[in-house]
């Protein structure tokens, strides 16, 4: 994902946002002389606008996170982490609807799961090239002192604790929490984009 494609999805959230703040005022205005059908229909239409990610398993393909009536085509997932993400139609991808949804989740939880972190590289970029297991290798500090190779899985992700970005990576077993300023010591890949990282980060969580 592009600055440009951010930053305009950025101003949809805005929009869907106020979208939002207008159906909750009309919910709230129009409550009493509402009946439970109407207000289950306005609910789910807010729920609507900018859904939270959810599980992706057991999932019909013709659902829309983000449309009230069921797509004709099969829907596509947009995954955050394995399994785990939004379901979209062709219209709302093109609409940029999860990508969107996907950003206003990581502003709140400073948390970017491993696809759209990947999303934010070219393809020929080294966190593109994975191993086939989908895995991207990294040197850590072991609490011995030693150096290991541990890896980046579809079920990790990055996230903003502190001052510092912090890779979650595992072995397989044990899972640890890297921050980026320890990373780039030992991985000159990423010594390489360390201020493009930071900086898309911030970019990326922040308002
Ligand atoms: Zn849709």
Redesign the pocket.
């Known amino acids: 994902m592009d600055v440009k494609l951010l930053k305009k999805c950025k101003l949809l959230i805005k929009k869907y946002k106020k979208e939002q703040n207008n159906i909750r005022s009309l919910i709230d205005l129009s409550h009493t002389d509402m009946n439970e059908e109407e207000k289950y229909f306005l609910e789910e239409k807010y729920n609507k606008i900018l859904p939270e990610p959810g599980r992706l398993v057991v999932i019909s393909k013709y659902n829309?996170?983000?449309?009230m009536v069921a797509?004709k085509s099969e829907?596509r997932v947009y995954q955050l982490y394995l399994n785990f993400g939004f379901q979209?139609?062709?219209?709302?991808?093109k609409l940029n609807?999860p990508q969107s949804a996907s950003i206003n989740y990581s502003i709140r939880t400073k948390c970017v799961g491993y696809f759209e972190f990947r999303r934010w590289f070219p393809e020929n970029h080294f966190f593109n090239k994975t191993d086939n297991l989908y895995k991207i290798h990294l040197y850590i500090n072991r609490s011995d002192g030693s150096i290991d190779k541990w890896y980046m899985s579809q079920n990790n992700f990055v996230m903003q604790k502190r001052a510092d970005i912090y890779f979650i990576v595992t072995d397989g077993v044990k899972i640890k929490a890297v921050p980026l300023t320890e990373l780039k010591d030992l991985n000159p890949e990423i010594y390489q984009c360390e201020k493009e990282i930071r900086e898309k980060f911030k970019i990326y969580t922040n308002k």
Do not use: G, M, T
Not at 88 to 93: G, I, T, V
């Open positions: 829309c996170d983000f449309c797509p829907s979209a139609c062709e219209n709302c991808l609807k």
